[in-house]
């Protein structure tokens, strides 16, 4: 019998009405009997609607943090007053000093009041196995920071501000009998880079879905618009159909303008995420 992976978002940048929506992203998964969260958006938003869906966010087997900002770290400060016993994995320099320039440079990084509690972040050392079946994978792709000089993302390096090479990133990989599933909460590093790292890291194991924001969103005049060219657009989705990939799951960070767009290509492949949904894969 297929194992199936259930997710709940917790939060995200949308919602029907009925559950709250920030800036943000949060996601609570089971598998095979294991409970992880990834991410806890950037308010206690993520626990009032897990309270609302009849979702415990205490003594889950793994709590994992994405990357190291605001918007998907906030609310770990309410898991660390729930559960006291709980740590979080994290890549190397989650807790590190990061801005971006959109609106002005500013700092985007980890709450000071969650970065208080490091003692409970683990570092993961490469690609680790977290729980049977369950991966983090970083990033193995070479000079990104040059993605992150285009996407105006910046980290303090020796007090200095430096394109951003997003070594704190990581993916949530679990390995299923359909193939591999990534969650990978916003994609700074490009999707086609996080598969090829994912198969690389996997041994070539076929890609069944991939989960999370593509960081396409942008505002001109005040609007939201996609700020992937269209040779941008048009090379993230060869990455997701030449890969075959079955379904994409995609919100926060996309934005709606993008969603739209890739939907032209992807069709019913692509599904948005909004808090409240629940799905299986």
């Known amino acids: 019998m297929c194992k199936k992976i259930r997710v709940a978002v917790l939060v995200e940048n949308t919602s029907d009405g009925v559950f709250a929506a920030e800036h943000g992203l949060s996601l609570y998964i089971e598998y095979d009997g294991k409970k992880i969260l990834l991410d806890a958006g950037q308010?206690?938003?993520?626990?009032a609607n897990a309270d609302a869906m009849g979702i415990s966010l205490t003594n889950l087997d793994a709590y994992v943090l994405s990357h190291g900002h605001y918007d998907h770290s906030g609310g770990f400060?309410?898991?660390?007053?729930?559960?006291?016993?709980?740590?979080?994995?994290?890549?190397?320099?989650?807790?590190?000093?990061?801005?971006?320039?959109?609106?002005?440079?500013?700092?985007?990084?980890?709450?000071?009041?969650?970065?208080?509690?490091?003692?409970?972040?683990?570092?993961?050392?490469?690609?680790?196995e977290i729980l049977p079946e369950i991966y983090l994978v970083p990033h193995t792709t070479k000079n990104l920071s040059q993605i992150g000089e285009k996407s105006g993302l910046y980290m303090d390096k020796n007090g200095a501000l430096v394109p951003d090479d997003f070594a704190h990133e990581q993916s949530l990989v679990i390995d299923t009998q359909n193939g591999l599933v990534i969650?990978?909460?916003?994609?700074?590093?490009?999707?086609?880079?996080?598969?090829?790292?994912?198969?690389?890291?996997?041994?070539?194991?076929?890609?069944?879905?991939?989960?999370?924001?593509?960081?396409?969103?942008?505002?001109?005049d005040g609007r939201?618009?996609?700020?992937?060219?269209e040779e941008e657009i048009d090379a993230l989705c060869e990455a997701f159909l030449q890969e075959d990939i079955k379904k994409i799951f995609t919100g926060h960070c996309t934005g709606q303008p993008g969603f739209e767009k890739l939907r032209l290509r992807l069709e019913d492949k692509i599904h948005k995420l909004s808090s409240g949904l629940r799905f299986e894969i």
């Open 224 to 229: 939201e618009i996609y700020a992937f060219s």
């Open 43 to 47: 308010s206690d938003a993520f626990c």
């Open 183 to 220: 969650f990978n909460s916003c994609s700074h590093a490009g999707a086609a880079n996080i598969i090829k790292e994912v198969k690389e890291a996997c041994g070539g194991k076929r890609i069944y879905a991939y989960v999370g924001g593509l960081h396409m969103k942008g505002k001109k």
């Open 77 to 128: 400060e309410q898991i660390f007053l729930r559960d006291p016993n709980a740590k979080i994995y994290a890549q190397s320099g989650a807790l590190d000093a990061y801005f971006s320039s959109g609106g002005g440079m500013h700092e985007i990084s980890v709450p000071k009041n969650v970065a208080a509690y490091r003692e409970r972040f683990i570092e993961a050392d490469g690609v680790c």
